[in-house]
C-alpha cells in the first residue's frame, strides 16, 4: 500500500491521566487499520471538562509510560502531538481534524473515540465538516452501546474495551488511592512527580494527626461527589476540601498568628479569638493555604475561610465545603447521615440543615455564638421570604 493511502488516526482526548482503555483502543486500531501514523493528541483544555489538567509535558510522559507497560513503546507509527496544547486555548475537534488534514491531503483520516463519546458528537462544533473530512472510529465501551448513537456513521473496531471514566480516575487520584484502570508505571509516576494533589496530600500529613487528616480525605471524598450538582470543578472542590483544616492541628498561638494575617485586628477578630478560639483555625487554613501549599485561588481560600462559621453571601464552592465538612461520612452523629442524604436529593436544602445543625450546636454549649454563624442563618430566612 503507498505511504499515502495508508489511514492516519488523530486520537483527541484529556489523556488527564492516560489509563488502559486508551491504550486498548490505541493497540487495536494499529493492529486493524494499519494506519501510517497514530497522533495522540492531548487537548490544551478539552471542552465539557471542568479540570485544569495537568500540564501537556507531564501528561506525555505519562502516555509514554503507558504505552510501554502496553508494549506499544517501539512502534514507529505512534506520535504524540502537541498541536492542541500548543495553542493554549481550547481547541475543538473540527480544528484538530483541519490541521491533519492538511498535513495528510491523501490520506484516509480517521479520528478515533471511545463509544461514550459517540453520543455527544452532535453537539461538537461542526460535526458535518468533521464527518466531511474524517471518519469517525470508535471501540465499544461497555454500557455505551453502538445503537445509542442513532446518525452519527462511524466505523467501529472489533473488541470490547475496558470501561475507564476519567473523572472517577481522577477522584480517586485526589483521594491517593491506585486506580487498577490506570497502569502501574502510570501509577509509580504520577508518585514520583506528586501530581493530581500527592504533593498536598504529603505536606497536609505533616501539618494534622492521623484522624484530622482521615477527616480531610472524608470531606474530600463528600465533596467530589457533590461537585456536579455544586457546579464546581472537579481539581477545585478536591483542593478546597483537602485542605480546609490544615491549620485545625496547629498549637493556638500560631493558629492566631496565622489567623491574624487573614483576619486583620479588629473587635470582632478580637472577640472571637477571646470568645471561641477554634474557630481561628478558618483564617488561618486560608492563610497557611495560601503561603505553605501556594494556593492563589480566591474561592479556595475564601471556602477554607468560611468552612466553620458560613457567612452570608457564600459562593457554591464555599457551600460545599461547608456542607462536605459537616455531613461527611466520617462524622459520628446522626444529622451528618440525614444531611448528607439529602445533600444528594437537594444540595441547597442540606446547606440550610448544615447551617441549623451547627448553630443548634452551638446554642446547646451556651457560649458565644460568631455573628458570621448567625448573619448566614437571617440571611436565609430572608431569601425564603422573598
Ligand atoms: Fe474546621
Ligand atoms: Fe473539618
Redesign the pocket.
Known sequence: MAEEKRPVIIYGGSFDPPHRGHTALAAAALSQLKPSVLYFVPGFHTPFKDLQPTPFAGRAALLRAALAEAGLAGRKELRISSFEADQKKVVYTCETVEHFRKLHPGAPLYFLMGSDCLAGFRRWRRPGFILKNARLLAGLRPGHAIGKSPGVPFTALAGRFPRADSTGIRAELFLGGRPAQLHRAVLDRIEKKALYLSRERTLLRKLLGHGRYA??LY?TELALRLAPAAGVPQQKAALAALL??CA?DLGQAAQNRYCLKRAPRSALTGLMLEEAPVLAHAWAGASLAAEKFGVKDPEILEAIEQ?ATGAPGMGPLARLVYVS?MANEGRGFSEAGLVRKLAFKDLGAAFRAANYVKLVYAFSGGGWVHPLSVALWNSLQEKKKG
Do not use: A, G, K, P
Open positions: 477527616h480531610s470531606t480546609h483544616d485545625r468552612h465538612d
